[in-house]
Nanobody
């Protein structure tokens, strides 16, 4: 079992920044991949970014490239999502997830991940 706890969400004005954190505990491994997904009202959950703990390979959704950065601190079992130049359309509940043995081509699929956090709300509004 793996437990995930997200933090760092909140209300921010357009153009502002936030950093989300995802702390993992339990049976994590070096073969893990952590992904961030988001879901806004009336929409399906969508991929945002992901990082492999070993090697650091990353993937981003086109909508966040150049604005969001995913990073990891393996010693702390924590993954961060730094979000800059936030837009109203970034408003959503953000979920972190983790899985093991995920191949690079599958990093963007929610079905690849085995454990999920409870989510943290990000609201971008003036």
């Amino acid at each position: 079992q793996v437990q995930l706890v997200e933090s760092g969400g909140g209300l921010v004005q357009p153009g502002g920044s936030l950093r989300l954190s995802c702390s993992a505990s339990g049976r994590t491994s070096s073969s893990s991949t952590t992904g961030w997904f988001r879901q806004s009202a009336g929409k399906e959950r969508e991929f945002v970014a992901a990082v492999r703990w070993s090697g650091g390979t990353t993937r981003y959704a086109d909508s966040v490239k150049g604005r969001f950065t995913i990073s990891r601190d393996n010693a702390k079992n924590t993954v961060y999502l730094s979000m800059n130049n936030l837009k109203p359309e970034d408003t959503a509940v953000y979920y972190c997830s983790i899985g093991s043995g995920i191949i690079v081509s599958s990093m963007t699929f929610a079905s690849s991940y085995h454990y999920w956090g409870q989510g943290t709300q990000v609201t971008v509004s003036s």
